[in-house]
């Protein structure tokens, strides 16, 4: 347990003192936002429909931009070898890495969430869905992410390989996500995505750690 | 048996003889299907001759999801047991795979252009066969993308594991959710629904496809054991030398 | 020759139905041309190999 918080203090420590990876994946969220408001203001109201989708869409892509660095600096410098030698089973440590890249880049995108959601013109009655969604479903794009980042350990080109690996995935969670955001707006009734997307939450926290670990063992065999 | 079979040439002489009959059955069946499809079937009272593509569309459909089966099925033979041709056939399966997915797509797209007005929908079904795209498309350039041969081979066969979710939402999307594509009509609880004057030309041409699939995955099989032997010359080659 | 444009205009549908035959049979000839190309590349080295160490 110990080790757990000791690899997540560590990790998030190092996030801090670089920032790269928040400032990337939260740059690129509002970058990509502005632009879509650009392209789109002329029309307000085809704006504000397609908002709840252009956010989910970004919002994934931001997160895919993380990706690859969630191991490869402990890949480089060696203590991954390390950490995989240690008692607490990889699993475990697959969360605590997938939790600490949680909240360097996917919770600040929740906290961006509703100046984007102004940005692009999405109702506000929507705001609390979108947030409540993000909340659920950044995780599971963290947890599913991690198995695409053991995976492509060492490949060439492994950002876009990682991007095109997690897609198939990584599709649930943006149709659900969107749908969650917009049964606000529709009026019927959010809960019924939500819980899907709390399902594949549960589903990721259960068995991404085991795949992620798997994927790990092979790469550094 | 599995350690039976890894000899490679024990697998040669065993699926060796198989591979006349593979090209005999695809090419009799596919000749038999492809006749009664386009000539001796009748056309849908409500579709026309559109439900023809039907005899290309649905077998290439099976066949995407059963190519996939498949290599996760030998997949996790090869992580396992860790059989040294398992992960041969996982690899020589996939591009195989994404062929007769873009088929089933590709067709598909023109029967529902004439059927249902449009190209493209994004509904479960058609949008869970193009992630199925995305998926074999994935395994080819992940097992390329590393020097180390072994390690894409492990790191394919595990995606393979991880992506075979998948195939059960393809399989029931049309049941699970509201689609524009039609449910099942052969392989269901309740045995075909299908009248034989279409069910005869659907088997037929499904028959004749996976005789062809066979065939090219023990070919594939052979070239990869010839290129072995080949690899294995070399580096003694280099060691008299 | 009419029967035979019949055939090819199918009532309207030819357009989209020999499209479709015609993609899928490209898209197995190619598969199947790739793997005999491959096998015979690698039959041909491992023939070349064979028989110059002899």
Not at chain 1, 5 to 12: M, Q, S, W, Y
Not at chain 1, 72 to 83: M, P, Q, V
Not at chain 2, 205 to 210: D, L, R, S, Y
Request: net charge positive.
């Amino acid at each position: 347990m110990a080790i757990l918080c000791a690899i997540i203090a560590n990790d998030l420590r190092l996030a801090w003192r670089r920032g790269a990876d928040t400032l990337t994946a939260v740059g690129f969220f509002v970058l990509a936002a502005l632009l879509f408001g650009f392209g789109l203001g002329g029309d307000p109201s085809a704006l504000a429909r397609a908002a709840a989708g252009l956010i989910w869409v970004t919002a994934l892509l931001a997160s895919m931009l993380a990706l690859e660095r969630m191991f490869a600096a402990d890949f480089e410098d060696g203590s991954l070898d390390g950490l995989m030698m240690t008692d607490a089973p990889l699993e475990l440590i697959m969360l605590a890495k997938a939790a600490a890249h949680w909240i360097t880049t996917g919770l600040p995108l929740i906290v961006a969430a509703p100046g984007i959601g102004l940005m692009l013109n999405l109702p506000t009655d929507a705001f609390a869905a979108l947030m409540l969604a993000l909340l659920f479903g950044t995780p599971t794009l963290t947890l599913i992410g991690a198995i695409g980042a053991a995976l492509t350990l060492g490949a060439r080109r492994g950002g876009v390989l990682i991007s095109l690996l997690v897609l198939p995935l990584y599709i649930p969670v943006l149709i659900f996500g969107v749908a969650a955001t917009e049964t606000a707006l529709s009026g019927a009734a959010m809960d019924a995505r939500l819980m899907a997307l709390g399902g594949f939450f549960l589903a990721a926290l259960a068995l991404a750690p085991f795949a992620a670990a798997a994927a790990l063992r092979q790469a550094v065999r | 048996m599995l350690n039976f079979l890894a000899n490679p040439a024990r697998f040669m002489r065993i699926f060796g003889p198989l591979l006349p009959w593979c090209w005999a059955v695809a090419v009799l069946a596919g000749g038999a299907g492809l006749v009664l499809a386009l000539f001796a079937s009748p056309a849908d009272y409500q579709q026309g001759d559109s439900v023809r593509i039907m005899y290309i569309h649905v077998p290439s459909a099976w066949m995407a999801l059963g190519a996939y089966t498949v290599i996760a099925a030998f997949s996790a033979i090869a992580l396992v047991w860790k059989h040294p041709l398992a992960h041969v056939v996982a690899e020589a399966a996939a591009p195989l795979g994404a062929g007769f997915t873009a088929i089933c797509l590709v067709t598909g797209m023109l029967w529902g252009k004439t059927s249902w007005g449009t190209w493209w929908v994004w509904d479960a079904r058609l949008t869970s066969v193009l992630v199925l795209l995305f998926l074999y498309l994935g395994l080819i350039a992940l097992r390329g993308a590393f020097d180390d041969e072994s390690r894409g081979q492990r790191a394919a066969a595990l995606l393979a594991l991880v992506g075979f979710v998948n195939i059960p939402i393809i399989k029931f999307s049309v049941e699970w959710w509201a689609t524009l594509h039609q449910p099942a009509s052969v392989l269901r609880a309740g045995g075909p629904a299908i009248h034989p004057s279409m069910l005869w030309p659907l088997s037929l041409m499904a028959v004749a496809f996976m005789a062809y699939f066979a065939a090219l995955l023990i070919l594939s099989v052979r070239t990869e054991i010839a290129r072995r032997k080949a690899e294995a010359l070399i580096v003694a080659g280099r060691r008299q030398s | 020759m009419q029967t035979l444009l019949d055939f090819i205009r199918l009532n309207g549908y030819g357009i989209y139905v020999w499209p479709a035959f015609v993609f899928a049979a490209a898209v197995l000839a190619f598969m199947g041309l790739r793997v005999r190309a491959r096998l015979r590349a690698a039959e041909a080295l491992l023939t070349r190999l064979e028989g110059g160490s002899r």
